[in-house]
T-cell receptor, first 115, second 113 residues
Framework: DGGITQSPKYLFRKEGQNVTLSCEQNLNHDAMYWYRQDPGQGLRLIYYSQIVNDFQKGDIAEGYSVSREKKESFPLTVTSAQKNPTAFYLC??????????????FGSGTRLTVV | GENVEQHPSTLSVQEGDSAVIKCTYSDSASNYFPWYKQELGKRPQLIIDIRSNVGEKKDQRIAVTLNKTAKHFSLHITETQPEDSAVYFCAAYSGAGSYQLTFGKGTKLSVIP
């Protein structure tokens, strides 16, 4: 998947359960991002990280948590506090290029469904 | 922060016709403007981008124009084909502080054979 891998492709969560979505990249990119996409909607930023051991909340961080212990990995945990987690989750990465801007490379996504 | 508006939200064209999608941005410090194509159930893929020091860029049937004064940029697709049917997202990158892309809400393009 072009250097950035998300797993699993499909995930089912029971009520009250925490689940973790994996995102791994081998592009040597510094910055990584998590987006949520609802049917027919745009991309909403959940969390982002521009350097190891540091991350920032995006527009809809409530009910989610992340970690960035390694440059290649940026897992997203959907906690039981997220009441409507059914959505398509996209991870992305980009070179750090502050001030220059670079396009994001996206993973193939994880489709999360509450059962 | 940056705000990106995208229009129209849906667009239907006959095969062979041209399609134009327009975006406006609010932050005059934004300096990079990519366009993404997302097919149903797939990940967004970068199709073309433009930097603020360039007014127009073309890649075969796709072109992007940028008007910095008016703070708007547009995607032009000529000789549309059924495989161009997808959702297209514009985005703007502000280097002043946030170091992230702000996306428009997307345009669903349908090319009618």
């Amino acid at each position: 998947d072009g250097g950035i891998t998300q797993s699993p492709k499909y995930l089912f969560r029971k009520e009250g359960q925490n689940v973790t979505l994996s995102c791994e990249q081998n592009l040597n990119h510094d910055a990584m991002y998590w987006y949520r996409q609802d049917p027919g909607q745009g991309l909403r930023l959940i969390y982002y990280s521009q350097i190891v051991n540091d991350f920032q909340k995006g527009d809809i961080a409530e009910g989610y948590s992340v970690s960035r212990e390694k440059k290649e990995s940026f897992p997203l945990t959907v906690t039981s506090a997220q009441k409507n987690p059914t959505a398509f989750y996209l991870c992305a990465s980009t070179p750090q290029g502050q001030g220059a801007g670079y396009g994001y490379t996206f993973g193939s996504g994880t489709r999360l469904t509450v059962v | 922060g940056e705000n990106v508006e995208q229009h129209p939200s849906t667009l239907s064209v006959q095969e062979g016709d041209s399609a134009v999608i327009k975006c406006t941005y609010s932050d005059s410090a934004s300096n990079y403007f990519p366009w993404y194509k997302q097919e149903l159930g797939k990940r967004p893929q970068l199709i073309i981008d433009i930097r603020s020091n360039v007014g127009e860029k073309k890649d075969q049937r796709i072109a992007v124009t940028l008007n910095k004064t008016a703070k708007h940029f547009s995607l032009h697709i000529t000789e549309t084909q059924p495989e161009d049917s997808a959702v297209y997202f514009c985005a703007a990158y502000s280097g002043a502080g946030s170091y992230q892309l702000t996306f428009g809400k997307g345009t669903k393009l349908s090319v009618i054979p």
